[in-house]
């Protein structure tokens, strides 16, 4: 059995027991969190998609930790023009575990 759930923006395929690193919630390690736009679920032979959301599911999570992904180096630079820009950045995560899918 697996979903498809949106959130932060971005679409996951979750099954339970996933581990995944999705935009940050402000919610400490070890906090419960339902995901309620569930855009597809499949279990077995049956499969709901949602217009655009599947009525009636939902997703459980734990939260497992917040931190931050590796750093993302920018870099502009104009040849012959004694020009070059340097910036980066770190984008903060939650990493949760999927603990159930009810549909």
Known sequence: MYAVIQTGGKQYRVAEGTTLKIEKLELGAGDSVEFDKVLMVQAGDSTKVGTPYVAGSKVT?????QGRHAKVRIIKFRRRKHHMKKQGHR??????????ISA
């Open 61 to 65: 999570a734990t939260v497992i930790s």
């Open 91 to 100: 984008q903060y995560y939650t990493e949760v575990q999927i603990t159930g």
